[in-house]
């Protein structure tokens, strides 16, 4: 059974970091490009974050570039979302997901493989 688990969420002041990590039973992530996906209450769930299978080549959404940075470690089978000067808008349940091509990292709906998510709650 393919797993993935994010932890790692929780409350933080604004101007706080927290780093959610994403391990995966089932899958080796090695193979899969691995993002990091965002929902608000009331919103559309958005990319985050991206990395490609050597950890190589990051993306991020213009929202969080400069504050967060995702990376793995593909000896852990394991990537994670560190996310530094927390703002009340990053507050969101926050979901990893793989897939197996690097094209359209931005898109969920090219995602098949999703986490149950971490919620993460920024004070002001």
């Known amino acids: 059974q393919v797993q993935l688990v994010e932890s790692g969420g929780g409350l933080v002041q604004a101007g706080g970091s927290l780093r959610l990590s994403c391990a995966s039973s089932g899958l080796t992530l090695s193979n899969y490009l691995m993002g990091w996906f965002r929902q608000g209450p009331g919103k559309e769930r958005e990319f985050v974050a991206a990395?490609?299978?050597?950890?190589?080549?990051?993306y991020y959404a213009d929202s969080v570039k400069g504050r967060f940075t995702i990376s793995r470690d593909n000896a852990k089978n394991t990537v994670y979302l560190q996310m530094n000067s927390a703002k009340p808008e990053d507050t969101a349940v926050y979901y990893c997901?793989?897939?197996?091509?690097?094209?359209?990292?931005?898109?969920?709906?090219?995602?098949?493989?999703w986490g149950q998510g971490t919620q993460v709650i920024v004070s002001s």
């Open positions: 990395i490609t299978r050597g950890g190589g080549n990051t």
């Open positions: 997901a793989a897939k197996s091509l690097s094209s359209k990292y931005n898109s969920p709906a090219l995602y098949p493989y």
